[in-house]
Structures are given as C-alpha cells and as structure tokens.
C-alpha cells in the first residue's frame, strides 16, 4: 500500500523564523510529488517535483525532492501570520492511471 | 492555474434525503475528475475517480449506489449522496486535472462542501 508520512504533524512558530516541512513516502510507480497549501477550503497547489535535486522556488517558498532517500522538503523563510495552514503532501503513484496519495499535513501556525 | 469550481459551498439535510454536489472546470477540459472526502484534522481520502462518458472507478470501501457519480461532459462532473445519514456528514472536495501545457500533472481543487446531515 502506498504510503505518504509528513512531520511534524504541527509547528508553532513566530513571524520572521524559518520553517522545514518534511515528507517521505513509500510507493509504487513514482511519478511525481506535489505540495499544497489548504487554509479553510480547499487546497491550492504550491509545487510539483518530478526530478531529484533541482530546487523549486515562489517567493519564501521552496522545495526540493530526493528520489534516492524518498523525501522531499518544503521550507519557508520569513514566515508571516498568512503562511498559517495545513501543508499538505501528495505522490502520484498511479502509474499510467493519474492518482494521488496525500499525507496527513502539516498544520502550521505562525504568531505574530 | 486552472479553475475549478464547487458548488454548493454548505448544505445541511435531513437524514434520509439525497444531495447532489456538482464540480466545473470553468476554463479547461477534464476527462478526469476527482472526488474527496475530509474528516476535521484528517487528510483528504480519494473517493472514486470519474471518467468523463464512462463509470466511475470508486476506491475500496467506497459504496458506489450510496456516493452515485455522473461525468456527462468535459466539464461537469457531480457527486450525489443518496439517502444521507448523520456518518456521511463531512467536507467533500472535488479536483480535476489540467492537461495543458505547463499544468499537466497538477490537480486543482474545488472550494470544497460541507455536508451536514441532521
């Protein structure tokens, strides 16, 4: 079965620090990996990794995938009260059929 | 990106009554369409996937006459839940697929439904 495991599961930070999400997975057929951002609704889309070390940059945010070790990093420089929501992680492993398998999420809260 | 869009945003229904959730691609074409359901503080669950002009291929421990699944166009998909009871209370999200050059790959969801069933 395929798996997505993310931690910390949820992080208190202050605005102005420097946060790490992780994500590791476990599945057949790797195709890529996407990061979400979900505050009240629903998710928007941050990223999408399909190859190891090329980093991805927006802003504060970016990532980067390791297919080796089977992980992939979001981090967030600067944090501000609007970073605050669930980060949520998600492998396509479908193969040729398209489906993705999301992890629990992160819930991030940044005070002021 | 892409838009996709849900409506209705909130519903709440008596027990035994059927809702119908609809999902539209509003500015791309989607052969394929996602249905998930959230629990609070749980992750999203992929329910079925649906096929334009096709049956839905629904994931285990999904009751396919309970969620019924209709994808008659490139863009419109809707979920209906029959005969709702208070367990199917929950947040419905829908997501489609941009195949467009430079989105291909990426799911884009709905603003999601919640579901309250009294």
């Known amino acids: 079965e395929d798996k997505v495991v993310q931690s910390p599961l949820s992080l208190v930070v202050h605005e102005g620090d420097t946060v790490t999400l992780n994500c590791s997975y476990e599945v057949t057929n790797f195709r890529s990996l996407l990061w979400y951002k979900q505050e009240k609704k629903a998710p928007t889309f941050l990223f999408m990794l399909?190859?190891?070390?090329i980093e991805k940059k927006s802003g504060r945010l970016s990532s980067i995938l390791d297919k080796k070790e089977l992980f992939s990093i979001l981090n967030i420089t600067a944090t501000q009260t609007g970073d605050s929501a669930v980060y949520l992680c998600a492998v396509n492993s479908g193969g040729s059929n398209y489906k993705l398998t999301f992890g629990k999420g992160t819930l991030l809260t940044v005070n002021p | 990106g892409a838009v996709v869009s849900q409506h209705p945003s909130r519903v709440i229904c008596k027990s035994g009554t059927s809702v119908k959730i609809e999902c539209r691609s509003l500015?791309?074409?989607?052969?394929?369409m996602f249905w998930y359901r959230q629990f609070p503080k749980k992750s999203l669950m992929l329910m079925a996937t649906s096929n334009e002009g096709s049956k839905a291929t629904y994931e285990q421990g999904v009751e396919k006459d309970k969620f019924l699944i209709n994808h008659a166009s490139l863009t419109l998909s809707t979920l209906t839940v029959t005969s709702a009871h208070p367990e199917d209370s929950s947040f419905y999200i829908c997501?489609?697929?941009?195949?467009?050059?430079?989105?291909?790959?990426?799911?884009?969801f709905g603003s999601g439904t919640q579901l309250s069933v009294l």
């Open positions: 399909t190859s190891s070390g």
């Open positions: 500015d791309f074409q989607a052969t394929t």
């Open positions: 997501s489609a697929r941009d195949l467009g050059v430079g989105t291909a790959g990426k799911l884009f």
